[in-house]
């Protein structure tokens, strides 16, 4: 294993390719979505997504933001280059609503709603909200790994650079 | 943001290692020697250690309140005395004043300014409530996981020290390489082919 400092910012861009590859599959391929098991609910994007382009001698930012966000302009972005680094997720299961945002490079959650729980009254009512909310976290973030894993898979895979990357440069010159 | 509000924020890790049995009185006797002491009384500027997550102001771990379910749950609490600047120079200007008057001089030394702005700044700390920031986390033994609710540099910096020292436990921040690392399932060819990539560029 490598030295972790190392190898946080050597495979940062993994993280930003992941977020895209989930943007494209929100987008275009939702069968990409789904976990094995098939019960892994639906996936939309929400209300931000930020995107960086690397590719040049400085680090250009666009965010999109809204309920609604016209996202035009970041597929331009995409096209000249760009990738996701962050974007805001709604994840549905069973009627219910997980929204929250996800930083490629570091993986870390933010801004993360889970779904209502019951009210907290008593102290044995706590018990019971802590058992109910790690539940609910627990369900976001396997589905989270089941998608990585996916993703990871077929990055290694020569699949990436043969279907893949053709699929979205398609997606992001279409008119 | 704590564990149970509306709206939190989450880093991952994956923690190293086994405690020895029993467990929960292994938990017991790392988070006892490390609960947060309060500094209102005393001249430190900054404290962190753990705290329960229900009475976070009046940390107690007995009983096994720490575990609920298959998990351990407890609060890392950070305080901070945070002296205004201008509040430090108001009081410092007042006592440099008396101090020339006591002395009859008409300045103080370089070496006098710097330690007469010292004591300023330990009296006020003596005055001045730390403020309190508390950082839940949920720890479940059996995976191997730890969720901590934040995702504050120092926070997560204090988190992994004071985990090593209280637990000789250490964590693992999971991004994307440790993500692979641990959770990939990835072939040896296909590890190889990972370890080699480099970015993908969609430019046309």
Known sequence: ?175 | MGFLSATTSLTRYRVEGKLEDPVVDSVYSGLRPNTISDIDENVSENAAGWTSFREPFVPSFEGSNFCIGNYFLFSLRMDRKTIPSKVIQKYFAIEYAKKLKASGREFLSKNEKKMLKEHVISLLTLRIPATPNIYDLLWSYEDDSLWFFTNLKKPCEELETLFLTSFNLKLIRLFPYTMTEFFGGLTADEYETFINLAPTTLME
């Open chain 1, 1 to 175: 294993m490598l030295d972790i400092a190392v190898a946080y910012n050597r495979y940062r861009f993994i993280g930003y390719e992941f977020l895209t590859w989930l943007w494209f599959a929100i987008e275009r391929n939702p069968t990409l979505l789904q976990s094995p098991s098939g019960d892994s609910g639906s996936l939309s994007l929400g209300n931000r997504i930020v995107l960086e382009n690397f590719t040049r001698d400085k680090t250009e930012s666009i965010t999109i933001k809204g309920d609604d966000p016209n996202v035009d302009a970041a597929l331009l972005s995409l096209k000249n280059g760009a990738l996701v680094t962050e974007i805001n997720l709604v994840f549905k299961l069973n009627e219910q609503e997980w929204q929250f945002t996800l930083k490629g490079e570091s993986f870390s959650i933010t801004n993360l709603k889970t779904p209502q729980r019951g009210p907290v009254e008593t102290l044995e009512d706590t018990e019971g909200a802590v058992l109910e909310q790690a539940f609910l976290l627990e369900q976001l973030l396997q589905y989270q790994d089941v998608l990585f894993n996916s993703f990871i898979h077929l990055r290694v895979s020569k699949e990436w650079g043969q279907t893949f990357i053709p699929e979205v440069k398609n997606w992001v010159s279409a008119p």
